[in-house]
């Protein structure tokens, strides 16, 4: 398992973060994966970092916490303030996000608490977030396995954290000759991708399936179609490993229809079953789900623009991830597996020129600036995806869950 811990640590570090000599490192990961991180933090200090900062993650005892504490002793919780990030954001840090999801472990927890947690989270890191924002730092999501949530994929397996481990090193090409080639050669072929998209001068998609879904997404003129990599600090790096998608950002107040999730939703370790997205002029009029629908409300409430959208991505449902036929439960690799939209933030990235454009600029194109971002997937294996240009063309963009170009 070392070696393959060593090429994974290798990946995530040289061409996820890109990661320099003396750069400063702040990773954040599960407690119960330490086994990766000390392997991890070997392959780092081989690379030349000599300053890592650990910010632990412990669901359990964010729980714990979450079950007795009020709102003061919450913010003055170290698990939820994460001024930290900000520290380390003023260092030109790169930063790594381990994830791994849960068994529903908050669903006890009152939604008005889980919000304040979360909502303090994201604001005592406001310097990190602009940057992260305007891709001026270095950052990237992956995941680790762990006891539960191996044990949620594979039911009554005493070896399912180390089937999950395997697997994830398959979905990742770890066990390719050469990963870093490997993931070379696929964001080549994303980007193609990406340009094919960018060329067709999209302005509207329009999503049909049969759950029901019956939605049209307008596009500003400006927008462009990203991947899973970005141009950070003049390089080019993978923020999310792994990553099927290409995406872009709608204009926020042109959404019209109802749309129905194709898979649960993990968020604040509550799962949210079968939600329904009713919009008008861009912003969500009603909503429903059978599971979990007061962390919907918090989703959507977050902010004045976390109930409008911020990203549409496609994802072919003949995909490496998808074809596993796995629900993961966790976003990381369910977005990855499946057509998606998302709630809250969009990306400057994925608008022309938007990095030098002003505040009231942004407004115009339909820029979405709240500061949360949530993705709901909803692609399914009959999606059609009808796409109009801003030259009156149609074209039938994705058929029977894949691409159709």
């Known amino acids: 398992m070392n070696e393959k811990y060593n090429k994974y640590a290798t990946l995530l570090l040289k061409k996820g973060l890109n990661i320099k000599k003396d750069q400063p490192l702040l990773i954040k990961a599960p407690i119960e994966a330490i086994d990766f991180i000390r392997v991890l933090t070997e392959v780092a200090c081989q690379l030349g ?3 890592i900062y650990y910010d632990w993650d412990d669901l359990k005892l964010k729980h714990t916490e979450l079950k007795f504490f009020d709102e003061k002793d919450i913010k003055n919780s170290l698990f939820w303030n994460k001024e ?30 889980i919000k304040i947690a979360s909502t303090h989270s994201l604001y005592t890191r406001k310097l ?3 940057l992260q924002e305007n891709n001026k730092i270095s950052w990237c999501i992956a995941s680790v396995a762990t006891k539960e949530w191996g044990d949620m994929i594979f039911k009554n397996d005493n070896n399912s954290k180390e089937k999950l481990w395997n697997l994830i090193f398959d979905i990742c090409m770890i ?24 060329d067709l001068n999209i302005k509207t998609l329009h999503y049909q399936n049969s759950l029901g879904t019956d939605l049209t997404v307008e596009l500003a003129k400006e927008a462009t179609w990203c991947d899973g990599s970005s141009i950070i600090n003049n390089q080019t790096q993978i923020v999310n490993i792994p990553t099927e998608e290409v995406f872009t950002t709608p204009h926020k107040y042109k959404t019209n229809g109802i749309v129905y999730a194709s898979k649960p939703l993990v968020h604040s370790g509550i799962i949210i079953k079968d939600i329904k997205l009713e919009f008008i002029n861009g912003k969500v009029v009603n909503y429903d789900a059978t599971t979990g629908i007061e962390e919907l409300k918090n989703i959507i409430e977050f902010d004045k623009e976390s109930m409008m959208l911020g990203e549409v991505a496609l994802v072919n449902e003949d995909s490496k991830i998808s ?12 977005e990855n597996a499946s057509c998606h939209i998302a709630l809250g933030q969009g990306f400057k990235e994925c608008l022309t020129d938007s990095f030098k454009l002003s505040k009231s600029s942004l407004e115009e194109i339909g820029y979405n600036k709240s500061k949360n971002h949530v993705d709901i997937m909803i692609g399914t294996s009959d999606l059609t995806i009808t796409a109009t240009t801003y030259d009156n063309k149609e074209i039938i963009l994705f058929k029977n869950g894949n691409f159709n170009i």
């Open 84 to 113: 930290i990030h900000d520290k380390y954001a003023q260092k030109n840090a790169a930063f790594l996000f381990l994830c791994s999801s849960n068994n529903n472990m908050m669903k006890d927890i009152p939604s008005e608490k």
């Open 175 to 198: 066990n390719s000759k050469d990963p870093c080639l490997s993931w070379k050669n696929k964001i080549d072929n994303s980007k193609q991708l990406c340009q094919k998209l960018t």
């Open 49 to 51: 970092v000599k300053d």
């Open 323 to 334: 074809n596993t036929n796995i629900l993961f439960y966790e976003t990381l690799f369910d």
């Open 128 to 130: 990190y977030r602009q």
